[in-house]
């Protein structure tokens, strides 16, 4: 039985619950002060007889905690609100508890290299609180066509993987093909993103990364045509060389196509705002140029030829 440590609002804490809070305030410092309070709510069951959070108790007794020096609050002003990520419901609560448990050891070393598909809510919640917390991007809501993946060796998670619609317009890629802007429109959606590319950071294992991305591109036209009814036939990647050298492609044979200019989708004036990124192309088959010009239809191959 816990012993009760702490008692607010008609509800007790024992040491476990307060280690717990200080964990979860650590852990996810993006969170806005509401979405820490509905979060803390459903871990220790702090709820309505409806089932609702209590996220106004739990926030004052979080800011009493605060006062008291225990945790430290992010600042009300600065609040980040996470796209999607919501109240934990009740179906994932069991999934994220077994991350809270216990900090992963550091892992230098792994077998086999497996890609498993975030193919249910509770994965795919998962997967997005990692990409929040741990990628330099963090989680953006995706559009359209997209899957993603977890990084797993021999039942171990090590990070995590995106794929999804590819740049509508980019002058090295499409000059490297030679298609036209109307052929452009109409066969773009053969080609698709890495749009998200993480290695968890208490994971340290030589040749991952580069391992990770051909795993993928073994697989992915499979998983594609499985979700979609259509398959890529090239993939792309941009690398903000600011804080990456692109070794994991490089490893992986992408080709370096160039780099981009720097401007975003409504960069009007032409003014190069943002960080200009290393274009990196990979081809899933050797016919990709042919299908993406219209000159061949798409047709699956035989993963065997």
Wanted: a positive charge; hydrophobic letters at 40%.
């Amino acid at each position: 039985m816990k012993h009760s440590i702490r008692f607010f609002s008609g509800k007790s804490f024992s040491t476990e619950d307060i280690e717990l809070i200080k964990w979860t305030v650590k852990k996810y410092p993006q969170l806005a002060r509401r979405e820490l309070a509905e979060t803390i709510c459903e871990f220790l069951d702090w709820v309505t007889d409806g089932g609702n959070p209590k996220h106004v108790q739990c926030g004052a007794f979080l800011e009493r905690l605060e006062t008291e020096g225990m945790i430290e609050l992010p600042e009300k002003k600065k609040q980040k609100q996470v796209q999607n990520l919501g109240r934990v419901s009740t179906a994932d609560k069991a999934a994220m508890l077994e991350v809270v448990k216990s900090e992963p050891a550091d892992i230098s070393e792994c077998g086999l290299v497996e890609l498993v598909i975030a193919d249910d809510a509770t994965k795919r919640r998962r997967w997005r609180m990692h990409v929040e917390q741990y990628h330099m991007l963090g989680y953006k809501q995706t559009f359209g066509c997209r899957i993603q993946y977890f990084i797993v060796s021999e039942g171990v998670e090590l990070g995590c993987m995106q794929f999804s619609a590819s740049s509508w317009a980019l002058k090295e890629r499409d000059h490297w093909i030679g298609w036209s802007s109307d052929i452009r429109k109409k066969h773009l959606r053969f080609i698709i993103n890495n749009s998200r590319f993480l290695i968890y950071p208490w994971v340290h294992v030589p040749n991952l990364a580069s391992r990770a991305l051909s795993a993928a591109a073994r697989r992915i036209e499979k998983d594609w045509l499985q979700a979609f009814c259509y398959a890529p036939v090239l993939l792309e990647t941009f690398v903000d060389t600011s804080h990456f050298k692109g070794t994991c492609y490089k490893a992986a044979n992408w080709i370096y196509l160039g780099d981009t200019q720097g401007r975003g989708r409504n960069d009007r004036n032409k003014e190069s705002l943002l960080t200009r990124k290393a274009i990196y192309m990979y081809p899933l088959r050797r016919d990709f140029r042919a299908v993406l010009l219209g000159e061949k239809p798409w047709k699956a191959v035989n993963p065997d030829e």
